[in-house]
């Protein structure tokens, strides 16, 4: 009896260290995203690497969070190729007076190398977005080590909705599609 109650204890301990083994492997790395490279939710988003916006000057979240301390981030990667990510900036354009309300900046910005598609520029992408302005929305291009961090996968679209200190709240695509998604994340946090 005694073998048996030493083989069943020696079993626990091995399963529960093989579940603690597959929870490490499977789950998040210490940079907040999966093993796939990907960003998950309750990670932080990459502050510190830059983007060019239409102006032609440098910028990065560290900077706007240092001039916007209070402010929501919705941080979406397009491909300017993409006609649902073009009718997707039409549709946040028409929608900015909920972002507005919320206090949420629109950061835009140009997969780097337009994921290796022609397509047109950033500048004449803009015309999808009639109703961006300088206090509620910025679009630019992301650098190519910024769009490896924030799309690993190359999507042709993806968004995070970020918290006032970075935090990624949610993750998705074509905003015209989710944006009720995007509403509930964004009151939920607020």
Known sequence: MKIKLKMLFVG????LGLTVALYYLLGTTSAGANNSGQLVVG???SLTQNFTLLNGSSFNLK?????????????WFVSTWC???QQGTQFISDNIGYFTSHNVTIIELEN???DGYPGPTMSSFKSFANNYNQSNSMMGSASRQLTSIMNPDGY???YYILSTDGKVLYIGSSPAATFSEITQAIDSYL
């Open 12 to 15: 626990v301990i091995v399963l």
């Open 43 to 45: 990670s932080y988003a």
């Open 63 to 75: 900077k706007f969070y240092s001039r916007n301390p209070n402010k929501m981030v919705f941080l």
């Open 83 to 85: 006609s649902s990510c």
């Open 112 to 114: 780097y190398g337009d």
């Open 156 to 158: 042709p679209d993806i």
